[in-house]
Each structure stands twice: as C-alpha cells, then as structure tokens.
C-alpha cells in the first residue's frame, strides 16, 4: 500500500509539470474527547486530502480527488508490534481515491455532456437529509457528518435543452454503505448472547446493476426535478436468523433490499426566505424473513419486513435576520437514513449561525429533536444539541471547537448513544 501512495504521489508532482495540472486540497486534524471526567479521547484522525484537474481540451477534462488518512489509536498487544516495518498498528492509516472520472462536454450532440468513471453524483435540494440522494452509498465512518457518501463507479448523461435538463446514470456494480463503529446499534439483535453474521453482497452482474432517470428546470422560479432510481438500499436488511439453543447464539444473514424510488424535489425563495422541498416516494420489492431453531425445538418463524411502499420528505426554510445579522435554517424531516416502512420517524434539525469581526468567528448552536406525533410518554423521546466555534486566523485556515451533547429516553432513537457527549477540536487549511 506504501508503495501504491508513493507511486501515486510522484506521478502526480511529475504530471504537474508535464501536463500542467491544477492542484487543490487541504490539511485538517480532527481530535474528540468524552465530556464525562475520564478525559478519554474517542477519535483522532489526520488528513491530507488532494484535488487535481487537467483540461484535455476544450472538450475533455479529468478530474480526481485522493485522501491520505491517518485515523484511529495504536492497536499494538505484544512487543513485535512495535518492531514491525509495517507501523499501522502503531499509526494506523488509510488512502481512499474519494473521486476519479473523465468529463466529455457536448459528447457527439451539443448540450450533451458526459462523466465517466468514480464520482459523486447529489440529487436533491434539502440540507443534508435527501430521501432522493440514493445513487450514492453512504458513508457513516463519521456519524458527524450527515450526508456523507461515498464515491461510485458510474456513467453519468446529462443533456441541456434550454432552461431544462435530462439526466440518466447507469452504475454498473453496487457499493454498500460503510458503517459506524457502533453499527449493532442499527439492528435489533439481542445483546444476551454472542452474534455472528455474514452479508451478501448482490452479485455482480448486469442484471443487478443500478439505473437513474431525472429531469428538472425552473418551475414558477423553483429549481425542480422528478427523478426514478431503480437499484439497491445501502444498508443490509436481517434476512435469516439461525437461534441455536446449546450453547445459546444466534447467526444472522443479511441482504440488500431491492428498491424503486420516485422523487420530487423544488428549492427556491419567497421574499428573502430560502424554501425547499424534497420526496422520496419508496417501492420495495418484497423482503421475506425467516428465524429458525437449532435443535428443531420450535417451528420456524417467517414473516416479512418490506413489502407495501413509504415515503421520506423534507421541508425546510432559511433567512437571515437582517439587523442582528443571524442565519437560521430549519427542517422538518420525515424519515431517516436507516428507517424504512413503519420504522419512519419525525424529526425537527435547526441551527443558528452569527458571525463576527469581518467574518473571522462564528458562533453556532444547532439542534436535532426527534418527535412523537403518536401520543408517546414524551414528544421529544431523543434530542442532540451542538454548540460551536469556528474561528479563521489567517485566509484559508480554520480552527473549530465544538461539542454534541446526546440524551433520550428508552425508545428514543439515539438512547443507545446517550452517554457518548463529546466535544472535538478541528484544524482545516486549505490551499
């Protein structure tokens, strides 16, 4: 792998000079700590991020985006641990290629253009909680940063025809999310005993290949799109359960539920407020469970987890209060990333953000409220609530400082993090 950066690296200070390729970045470090007296620190992680672009010609160009991460703690137990060459147990670290593709503009027909290769491809106008962003697995490696994905291997169509577009993506393989580290809390296991599992990933062929279809313009002055996706959910679903008796464990399989989405999105302002709204309408294919005993002491259980559709929306607003000076931004989200059918939940994220001194500090206060329509014992069964500073010295350089605090009730969404409040410091420059 050393060899493989080191490779990569000389290749492109060399390039940079033989093709004359525009180079971009940053350098952040990103360090977080328990707020509860032990002062133990959860997350230490180093980045050196790299963007680079080359204009072929006036019609083709290449763009690539390279991270070079060093994240985590020393994970070394014996001595020759420590006297290994290879030092990821002492400084463990990773090299991921977030994005690499080819741009071909007005490709064999003028206002064609088409990207190939791995990229990003954001569907949808809400701020972060997009029901129609699902071209892209996502990325919960940090569970900080909503909305995060993952880059994918695609082709990418979009063609221009005055105020209107037409999108179309074929993405030939499925990629699945990446987890947290917590990530049993997204499934109900039982914590009584031992859990093993294995996932199946869908096979790699054409016929489980991914399709997306959109078209958007201006509509009385909103941005709009209709959009369809017709591929896989990210996260895997329990399709099997083995319970085995003596001794008590239990062996799951997971697969990756099939799914159709139609979605509508709009995004614009009414005076000097900035609305969006964005729907993701869900049609999953039918998803069979089945639980079984080891010995055969009870009958099988089966039953199904997905089958009639749901829909996910978002609703939001932003205005800036023009004599003080504050941004403010609130969201109505109907759904999740993990929820899906009657697991949906309602939630309220808003934030405020004031500035001062030329711009160069930023206090913001953001929060994310669950909230029970039903009738619940509490209309606020989880709340989290993120204070921060953000302060920017010099240009291109920012030091942030912040915490998250986290409380629920027992059938709150977030009651299994409820003792994880941290508060982080972040150190970005960009160039």
């Given amino acids: 792998m050393k060899r ?7 290749l492109m200070l060399v390039s940079s000079g033989v093709f004359a390729l525009d180079f971009s970045g940053y350098l952040k470090t990103d360090w977080r700590m328990l707020i509860d007296g032990s002062g133990r620190f959860t997350y230490n992680q180093n980045d050196l991020d790299l963007s680079l672009k080359h204009d072929i010609n006036s019609g083709a160009k290449v763009f690539a985006e390279m991270d070079l991460k060093n994240l985590g703690f020393a994970t070394t137990t014996e001595l020759y641990d420590l006297s290994r060459y290879d030092k990821t147990l002492v400084s463990p670290w990773t090299f991921e290629i977030k994005e690499a593709y080819v741009d071909l503009t007005g490709f064999f027909l003028k206002g064609l253009d088409v990207r190939i290769g791995k990229q990003r491809i954001t569907w949808g106008t809400a701020d972060k909680f997009n029901p129609t962003d699902n071209i892209n697995p996502l990325d919960l490696s940090d569970v900080t ?3 995060k994905r993952l ?40 914590t009584t005993m031992p859990v ?3 996932v199946v990933l869908p096979v790699s062929n054409f016929a489980n290949s991914e399709f997306a279809l959109k078209a958007g313009g201006k509509i009385f002055g909103f941005d709009s799109s209709i959009s369809y996706f017709y591929g896989y959910d990210c996260l895997p679903l329990d399709k099997t359960r083995i319970i085995n008796l003596v001794p008590a464990s239990i062996e799951v399989e997971l697969e990756y539920p099939k799914i159709q989405v139609i979605g509508l999105d709009a995004a614009g302002s009414i005076g000097d407020v900035g609305v969006w709204v964005e729907a993701g309408y869900f049609i999953p294919e039918q998803f069979d469970t089945t639980a079984c005993y080891v010995p055969a002491m009870f009958p099988a259980e089966t039953g199904t987890k997905l089958k009639d559709a749901y829909t996910k929306f978002t609703v939001g607003a932003d205005y800036t209060f023009p004599i003080v000076g504050i941004y403010s931004n609130i969201q109505y989200c109907h759904g999740f990333f993990d929820e899906r059918a009657s697991d949906i939940k309602d939630y309220l994220v808003a934030s405020l953000d004031k500035k001062f001194f030329s711009d160069k500090l930023k206090l913001s206060l953001s929060g994310f409220f669950e909230m029970d329509f039903n009738g619940g014992e509490y209309f606020f069964p989880s709340f989290t609530v993120l204070p921060e500073i953000s302060y920017s010295p010099f240009e291109a350089t920012e030091i942030l400082l912040g915490a998250y605090f986290i409380d629920s009730w027992p059938n709150g969404k977030f009651y299994s993090s409820k003792e994880g409040d941290e508060m982080y410091l972040k150190i970005k420059y960009s160039f």
């Fill in 196 to 198: 093993s599992d294995t």
């Fill in 151 to 190: 880059g994918i291997n695609s082709i990418k169509a979009t063609y221009y025809l005055g105020d209107c577009y037409f999108q179309g993506v074929y993405v030939p393989v499925f990629t699945p999310a990446v987890l947290p580290s917590n990530y049993q809390s997204l499934y109900s296991f039982p």
């Fill in 145 to 147: 940063d909503f909305g």
């Fill in 4 to 10: 493989i950066v080191a490779a990569v690296l000389g």
